[in-house]
């Protein structure tokens, strides 16, 4: 036996009511912040509503190159900058080391965004806004989303993906309707 173990049936003691109060502070305010989780997923305005669906990355793919070829307008550095029309299913492929295309919106306009990975587990983190949605391979996320400001806006990978991750860099440019 330990020099200082207490003496006696030390833990069969009653309660005093400090200990009562601050258990009951303790879980009242357990509670607030449950609630508060809740509420703020509305009232935050910082989470997506985002939805998620089953898809073969055969499939996505083939959606994304269907878009690729009928809407692009120009390439930079092999890759094409995609320019869809306001208001229809835009697609985004993760794969590794890339974010493909670049895609080119117009500002004010309401897109429906179709992202999915073709290989492992990506993090989308689009720049400076601070969008984030996890991407595995085998769904798509899908958020209706309208560009409220115009530049060119970085989207970086922030799930390690294998040893190209830290190049992971993509676009959006969000551009005056025309
Ligand atoms: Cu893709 Cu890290």
Redesign the pocket.
């Known amino acids: 036996m330990a020099i200082n173990s207490p003496k006696g049936i030390w833990w069969n003691e009653p309660l005093s009511k400090a200990e009562v109060v601050w258990i009951a502070i303790a879980f009242l305010w357990g509670l607030v912040m449950f609630f508060t989780m809740i509420y703020w997923h509305f009232g935050g305005q910082q989470n997506l509503s985002n939805e998620a669906y089953k898809i073969r990355p055969e499939l996505f793919s083939e959606r994304t190159e269907a878009m690729v070829e009928k809407y692009t307008v120009r390439e930079e550095n092999g890759i094409p900058v995609v320019h869809p029309p306001a208001g229809s299913e835009v697609y985004l492929i ?1 794969r ?2 890339e974010w493909w295309p670049i895609l080119e919106l117009e500002n004010g306009k309401q897109y429906r965004f179709h992202i999915g990975s073709t290989d492992v587990q ?2 989308f983190s689009l720049q400076p806004v601070n969008i984030n949605l996890q991407i595995h391979p085998g769904y798509e996320m899908v958020l209706t989303a309208e560009p409220n400001k115009t530049g060119e806006f970085p989207i970086i ?6 040893l190209g ?1 830290h190049l ?1 860099v993509g676009r959006v440019n969000v551009v005056e309707p025309q």
Do not use: I, P, R, V
Request: charged fraction near 10%; glycine fraction near 16%.
């Open positions: 993760a590794q080391f990506h993090g990978c922030n799930e390690y993906c294998g991750h992971m």
